[in-house]
């Protein structure tokens, strides 16, 4: 906490994020370009500060870092009453919904069996609702580059 004093002091703060990439928003470590560099980077200087570090950790990692304030924030992060202890989320200006689209006449959906021949449909970055789904089902679209280009 007491690095995190100094750091508010001299104006700049720390992200956070998992080695792992989430494009189109990071790359994966240690390369940290994408969408949260720009955004954070630019959000951070609008209100007299700079994006410091982005630091890039093992998952777990960077929620002790969170917690012991070696790091400032994590994006993204889930909410969960445990994580509330020692965060507290707002809102960023990223907006991430769920989608669910349907026939006119939609059937529950219990077992692999029911989901065979339907596509899911994410959100960048949305958590994997259907974790025991076969993946050989899944099919891949590739990402235009729309979101740099102010679409």
Excluded at 9 to 33: A, C, F, H, W
Excluded at 113 to 128: Q, S, V
Aim: glycine content about 6%.
């Amino acid at each position: 906490m007491h690095s995190q004093f100094f750091r508010l002091k001299k104006k700049v703060i720390r992200m956070g994020y998992r080695t792992t990439d989430k494009l189109p928003y990071i790359k994966e470590s240690p390369d940290n370009s994408g969408f949260f560099e720009e955004y954070f980077g630019a959000t951070a200087k609008m209100i007299g500060y700079k994006l410091e570090q982005i630091v890039r950790l093992p998952k777990m990692r960077v929620l002790f870092a969170l917690e012991d304030g070696t790091v400032d924030f994590y994006p993204m992060f889930a909410f969960d009453e445990e994580r509330s202890k020692y965060a507290v989320w707002c809102k960023n200006g990223i907006q991430q919904r769920d989608i669910a689209i349907s026939k006119s006449t939609p059937k529950e959906l219990h077992t692999e069996r029911d989901i065979k021949g339907l596509t899911e449909i994410r959100a960048l970055g949305n958590p994997d609702y259907l974790p025991s789904f076969n993946k050989n089902y899944t099919l891949k679209f590739p990402l235009q580059n729309w979101m740099w280009n102010g679409r």
